[in-house]
């Protein structure tokens, strides 16, 4: 239980009792998924009583990006900033570490939020659709967090230095679960698809622009990766 309550107060503002030894999650970053269930799964607590599904939608957006305390979404626009950067590598890097948040972090930060409120709206069942979305959001960044090379040192470094080539194979067995949710088997194939096309995808842009990959890269996977997860089961 201490790796994983080591990983809660990493991924979480949960009040989970007194700081413990990062490198009790650090060796286990396997083990990421299941921060998805738990903040999935409190967020679904509220969710559950309210009605309209415009209000619904919106809660549960607010709710996995608040409980996170916005960390992640953090790290979604500094991306959007280094992407949307112009010039070389070198510049690029710099607008993605740079503290301040410019027109592409807005932008990114609008667009990714945009989406998966529309596809938590659009879902058959917004709670199915929010579980499974974190967990895979979760799962991209145990997956970055392994093969993503780092180009600075931080903490995805670090992180990084412990992780093991099979440790995404572990991630994604603890998905398996999200087989007991009521969604069609054909919905699930497609939500693994797209869970492991993005960070892949963003992998290879992070390496091609960046160099490699920093803490910034995987939080942002968390956020692009949720989203467009719960996008694809509403689009099925």
Known sequence: MRPVLSLLQFTTLLPVGKPLDFDLFARHSWIFPIAG?????????????????????????????????????????????????????????????DRCVGAGGIAAGIVV????????????????????????????????????????????????RFSKPWFPFLSLLLCIPLVLLPVSPFRLAVAALMMILCPVVLLTISERIFGGVNGDVVGASNEITRALVVVALALV
Do not use: C, N, W
């Not at 979404?73 to 959007?80: E, I, Q, R, T």
């Open 37 to 97: 269930y738990v903040i999935a799964l409190l967020v679904a607590i509220p969710v559950f009583f309210i009605r309209d599904t415009v209000l619904a939608a919106a809660v549960a957006v607010a709710g996995v990006i608040l409980l996170s305390g916005a960390h992640h979404f953090d790290g979604l626009l500094d991306l959007g900033d280094g992407l949307m950067a112009q010039g070389d590598r070198e510049k690029r890097t710099r607008a993605l570490t």
């Open 113 to 160: 939020t945009l989406l998966l409120f529309a596809g938590l709206h659009a879902a058959t069942s917004l709670i199915s659709a929010l579980i499974i979305g974190e967990v895979a959001a979760k799962f991209s960044m145990a997956f970055l967090t392994t093969y993503g090379a780092p180009f600075k040192e931080g903490m995805h470094s670090y992180l990084h």
